[in-house]
């Protein structure tokens, strides 16, 4: 059976994934504009760049949101002795993990566009397109640590091999000084001096290789929701 869209099943996914203030959630990343806004206005920090909106200001909030909602997308049933009701949902279970996905894509894309005006308006001025370079890395965490919970049965232990994949990204990539082409938070904005051919290479490349791994992540954590013995042990 094909899903759907149905506002009802996502509102009722989004309660699940993020509970009844879910609504309040799309608003926490805020908090880490506030943080920078008080670095710089203290004078312990400089100005941001427009290179900086897409991985700083935007994106490494917006990914950490995107590591909560991931967590709880499968693991949040079996930590909520769940899971065996999902099972047996009309459809077949995919239609829960789908829901959920969805639900959590919407309040990421509510929060990001919240992120946007207020780091236009208070931060720097900076191109659109840095947007899908922003939503590209919390959508890519999303799926990831919705594998990692799956695969370990924990919310926190997902949340833990998630944080050590972050890390190591953040680690090999010098926390955005360097930019690594195969990571989900390259940013070509902050390579000024790169060959405008070759830097539009790079991006497609980019691009389509972390869609490609997302669907390969996707695929793999469902497989595993569906081994239902293994999963109910």
Known sequence: MSWRPDVGLLRLAL???AGRRFWLLPLL????????????????GEGFTPSSAQGTLIGLPLTLLAVFFGIRIIAGEIDGRSLEIAYTVPGGCERV??????AS????????????????????PFPWSALYGAMQAALFYLVLSMAMATLFRSEAAGAMGTAAILGLNGLISGFGENQVRISPFW????????????LFAW????????VLAMVAIVALAFMRANRRERMLE
């Not at 920078?36 to 203290?42: D, E, P």
């Not at 993990?97 to 969805?102: I, P």
């Not at 894509?105 to 720097?124: D, N, R």
């Not at 000024?192 to 070759?198: G, I, K, S, V, W």
């Open 15 to 17: 309660l699940v994934v």
């Open 29 to 44: 990343p805020l908090l880490w504009l506030l943080f920078q806004a008080g670095v710089i206005l203290i004078g312990a």
């Open 97 to 102: 993990w789908w829901a959920k996905l969805f």
């Open 105 to 124: 894509a919407l309040a990421l894309l509510m929060s990001e566009a919240l992120l946007a005006v207020a780091t236009f308006i208070f931060f720097t």
């Open 187 to 198: 940013n070509p904005y902050a390579l000024e001096n790169a060959d405008p051919t070759e």
């Open 203 to 210: 991006t497609l490349q980019n691009r389509i290789g972390v």
